[in-house]
């Protein structure tokens, strides 16, 4: 079964300085990548997506994910932290039989930007 | 063009008693699901459709049901609510192999 496992439940960053939010998965072929992002009281947003184009991904606001198949690793990155990044993201993969009609989602990592 | 809305957005229930959640999206997509959030969980996956008439459960199903009788709507039913289903429940579409789609939740509390 496909998974994906979020190793930090909490980062803190200061603003301006750069953002990593880590991301392993889990599965038995190549897999369609999601990161989301929820800001408090809301909805989700979607980020960016992995699927098999290019490895490195370029988001909305800023970030970029890295696909490393030899890792099994989907990392989130922002080079300079920026107040309104304060949210909770979540890394999420594929397992639908036809598409991306299911979702399994981390457990999310929320990140706190120190001012 | 107004997304996924979802009603109510807050809504507190008895022990034992039924509601449905309303879902409806006006971009003509295929693929509808629902979701629960709860702390700490990330979301998990209630029922899902990959058009109309057909649905099928996810990884939480136990005391829900879903019908999908249109493309646009895509209800969700507690026939009986219990404490442990107090939650976020989001509801999301796509365009086949597209990302989803998600709207702004309905908190439900159960007393």
């Known amino acids: 079964a496909q998974s994906v496992t979020q190793l930090d439940s909490h980062v803190s960053v200061s603003e301006g300085t750069p953002v990593l939010l880590r991301c392993n998965y889990s599965s038995s072929y190549s897999p369609s990548l999601f990161w989301y992002v929820q800001h408090p009281n809301k909805g989700l947003q979607l980020l960016l997506k992995?699927?098999?184009?290019?490895?490195l991904v370029k988001g909305i606001n800023g970030f970029e994910a890295e696909f490393k198949k030899s890792e099994t690793s989907f990392h989130l990155t922002k080079p300079s932290a920026h107040m309104s990044d304060a949210a909770e993201y979540f890394c999420v993969v594929s397992v639908g039989n036809f598409g991306n009609e299911k979702l399994t989602f981390g457990t999310g990592t929320r990140l706190t930007i120190i001012p | 063009n107004a997304g996924v809305t979802q009603t109510p957005k807050f809504q507190v229930l008895k022990t034992g008693q039924s509601m449905t959640l309303q879902c409806a999206q006006d971009m003509n997509h295929e693929y509808m699901s629902w979701y629960r959030q709860d702390p700490g969980m990330g979301l998990r996956l209630i029922h899902y459709s990959v058009g109309a008439g057909i649905t099928d459960q996810g990884e939480v199903p136990n005391g829900y049901n879903v019908s999908r009788s249109t493309t646009e709507d895509f209800p969700l039913r507690l026939l009986s609510a219990a404490p442990s289903q107090t939650s976020v429940y989001f509801c999301?579409?796509?365009?086949?192999?597209?990302?989803?789609?998600f709207g702004d939740g309905t908190r439900l509390s159960i007393l």
């Open positions: 999301a579409s796509s365009p086949r192999d597209q990302p989803q789609h």
């Open positions: 992995y699927t098999s184009a290019a490895t």
